[in-house]
């Protein structure tokens, strides 16, 4: 099992930026796996974010970021980004880091073995 751990969040004013980061360990090879995030809002379900697959050839978006959340990640450095602009006060929840089974990204929570801790996101309007 991988283990995640989360960094990067903070409190940011509407239309800033934030990077989230994931650092993998465990005794799996981080570059075997998709990763990917999702975020939970008080109240609400954990949702999809964003994921990506192991080569990092493919990614895929909820439609509420796309165009303003970047996925990417360095296999060098064990480790998974999230780069967030044009931020919003909707974008406001816990962002969680998550490693998939296989090596193909997924929407879906039930494909993610592997969950961090999160790190809170907060934009004030």
């Known amino acids: 099992q991988v283990q995640l751990v989360e960094s990067g969040g903070g409190l940011v004013q509407a239309g800033g930026s934030l990077r989230l980061s994931c650092l993998a360990s465990g005794p799996t090879l981080f570059s075997s796996h998709a990763m990917g995030w999702f975020r939970q809002a008080p109240g609400k379900e954990r949702e999809f974010v964003a994921a990506?697959?192991?080569?990092?050839?493919?990614?895929y978006y909820a439609d509420s970021v796309k165009g303003r959340f970047t996925i990417s990640r360095d296999d060098a450095k064990n480790t998974v980004y999230l780069q967030m602009n044009s931020l919003k006060p909707e974008d406001t929840a816990v962002y969680y880091c998550?490693?998939?089974?296989?090596?193909?990204?997924?929407?879906?929570?039930?494909?993610?073995?592997?969950w961090g801790q999160g790190t809170q996101v907060t934009v004030s309007s």
């Open positions: 998550a490693a998939a089974f296989g090596r193909l990204p997924s929407t879906r929570l039930h494909d993610f073995g592997s």
């Open positions: 990506i697959s192991w080569s990092g050839g493919t990614t």
